[in-house]
């Protein structure tokens, strides 16, 4: 049997009340952001290391509920320098 992890990525600002779809640019910060992605190659690395089969990188534009990866090559780039 082969394990894959599905892995996302949520943006969740810290502004009052519920997120808005899509996310306004403006909500979007940037040391937040940068932590975000840091801590998800902190992920993808774990993974790697524990020898599961894979890693699937969906693809989402600005949604509430997991919605900060807009570009899954880009992510899979990224993911090919900590694994």
């Known amino acids: 049997m082969e394990v894959w992890i599905r892995q996302s990525?949520?943006?969740h600002c810290q502004e009052d009340g519920p997120m808005p779809f899509p996310v306004p640019g403006w909500m979007?910060?940037?040391k937040l952001g940068a932590t975000?992605?840091?801590d998800r190659m902190r992920f993808i690395r774990r993974v790697d290391e524990t020898g599961l089969d894979g890693l699937i990188f969906t693809e989402h534009?600005?949604?509430p509920n997991g919605g900060l990866t807009p570009s899954p090559t880009v992510m899979l780039a990224a993911a090919t320098g900590v694994t």
């Open 61 to 63: 534009h600005y949604g």
């Open 36 to 38: 975000l992605y840091a």
């Open 28 to 30: 979007w910060d940037r």
């Open 9 to 11: 990525m949520p943006y």
